[in-house]
């Protein structure tokens, strides 16, 4: 202990490179006017995107896809191999026509509320499965809400 007061601890010390940038959303609410050079310059002074890539869009992937460095290395890809993109459409189409077929069985009427709940519960994890895959657009719940929707 020397005496000196240190400078109040303060966030920005450890969050330097957050706050040195801004997002461009940001840069160009400050100048509405902006013109197309300025905007492209901002792009350079904006957060970045991340340099390494983006997960794969297989859930169960951990590989990272990053943008085409040079012209020719081809198409950004969303799935770091066609192998992660079979499986990945598979998998959905599986938890689609599971989610489905449930559906259907719940709703036939000699299905018990018991079951209606075991079955909306399996429903209900097949929905929070397939929310990590991409171009999948289904209904919402139509009857219960997935948890403490219990009526009587
Ligand atoms: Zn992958």
């Not at 969050?15 to 160009?28: K, N």
């Not at 189409?93 to 077929?101: F, H, P, Q, V, Y």
């Not at 519960?121 to 999948?136: D, E, F, K, P």
Request: net charge positive; charged share 35%; with cysteine.
């Amino acid at each position: 202990m020397d005496g000196t007061t240190p400078n109040a601890p303060d966030q920005r010390d450890d969050r330097r490179d957050v706050l040195m940038t801004r997002s461009l959303e940001t840069l160009m609410a400050a100048e509405p006017d902006a013109t197309a050079p300025r905007v492209l310059e901002m792009l350079d002074e904006c957060v970045p995107l991340e340099k390494k890539g983006y997960r794969c869009l297989n859930p169960t992937c951990t590989e990272l896809c990053a943008w085409p460095k040079l012209r020719g290395q081809g198409r950004p890809k969303l799935f770091c191999s066609k192998t992660c993109r079979q499986q990945h459409d598979r998998v959905r189409d599986r938890l689609i026509a599971e989610i489905n077929g449930l559906e259907a069985v719940r709703d036939r009427p000699g299905t018990t509320r018991r079951q209606g709940e075991d079955l909306s519960s399996a429903i209900g994890q097949r929905r929070w499965a397939l929310a990590r895959y991409a171009g999948v657009s289904f209904d919402q719940p139509r009857d219960n809400a997935p948890e403490g929707g219990r009526r009587k």
